[in-house]
């Protein structure tokens, strides 16, 4: 028996998965605005690995990389997040990608913040049909002379 995925073309297959793919990053989204640590966690492989600009140099596994986001939200009262320049490179069951992204929002203490944009790279893998981040890295460029982050970029 043959699926309706194998009279598609390897492009028209790659284009819908990375439609599939920007959908998760839309997803992803919405559950930091509703600061929401279930959504995220349906977004993440049990085993992701992220880098990510706070310590220590790398987060394993979901309940690490929820943590992460727990404190996030512990600060923040109110989230926004924006992404910008979203591209992707889709394999069959593989997929990376990269942006712009930047998370703002009311601190608890009321103050708004406009935060920073970073840069962002994103590893997925399609398990059981369902794309998944498995990596995903956050940066900040740095300024060599004085080995401090430069925060105040705009893509």
Same mark, same amino acid.
Not at 109 to 122: P, S
């Given at each position: ?30 559950? #930091? ?5 279930? !959504?995220?966690? &349906?977004?993440?492989? $049990?085993?992701?690995?992220? %880098?990510?600009?706070?310590?220590? #140099? ?5 309940? !690490?990389?929820? &943590?992460?986001?727990? $404190?996030?939200?512990?600060? %923040?009262?109110s989230v926004d997040y924006e992404v910008r320049e979203l591209t992707f490179a889709v394999g069959d069951d593989v997929a990376f990608g990269h942006a712009f992204a ?54």
């Amino acid at each position: 028996m043959t699926t309706p995925n194998e009279f598609r073309s390897r492009a028209e297959r790659d284009a819908v998965d990375e439609v599939e793919i920007r959908e998760r990053i839309a997803e992803a989204v919405e559950a #930091l605005r509703a600061k929401d640590l279930g !959504a995220l966690e &349906r977004l993440y492989t $049990t085993d992701v690995v992220s %880098f990510d600009v706070e310590p220590p #140099l790398q987060h394993v596994g979901i309940a !690490a990389k929820l &943590r992460n986001w727990a $404190t996030v939200f512990q600060v %923040f009262e109110s989230v926004d997040y924006e992404v910008r320049e979203l591209t992707f490179a889709v394999g069959d069951d593989v997929a990376f990608g990269h942006a712009f992204a930047r998370l703002s929002g009311t601190l608890k203490n009321g103050a708004a913040t406009n935060g920073m944009w970073v840069r962002v790279t994103y590893g997925f893998r399609k398990i059981d049909g369902l794309w998944s981040i498995a990596h995903d890295q956050v940066s900040v460029p740095f300024d060599l002379a004085t080995g401090r982050g430069v925060v105040d970029l705009e893509p």
